[in-house]
């Protein structure tokens, strides 16, 4: 059983800058992968980040230059700096993780972009 704890949601004008946080906890193996998902209003979800325990990284085009995907293995914590953020960027943003064949979801954090 895997936990996961999002943080760092909020609403910015267009411009600004979040950092989101994400803990896991429960049966950590030590060898996963963390990511960040978002899903905005109307829209499908979409991957926004994914990084491994190689540290690893895989960006969607929509945020390469401004988001920043990092993980610290000891604290089996994944956080996502967001910079130049845009109303395009609005929406419910889910923290996820897999292991041994399985996926584990957040349960989200709001991002809201508007002026």
Request: net charge positive.
């Amino acid at each position: 059983q895997v936990q996961l704890v999002e943080s760092g949601g909020g609403s910015v004008q267009p411009g600004g800058s979040l950092r989101l946080s994400c803990a896991a906890s429960g049966s950590i193996f030590g060898i996963y992968v963390m990511g960040w998902y978002r899903q905005a209003p109307g829209k499908q979800r979409e991957l926004v980040a994914v990084i491994n325990s190689g540290v690893r990284i895989s960006y969607a085009d929509s945020v390469k230059g401004r988001f920043t995907i990092s993980r610290d293995n000891a604290k089996n914590t994944v956080y996502l700096q967001m910079n130049s953020l845009n109303p395009e960027d609005t929406g419910v943003y889910y923290c996820y993780l897999h292991q041994q064949f399985r996926d584990y979801w957040g349960q989200g954090t709001q991002v809201t972009v508007s002026s």
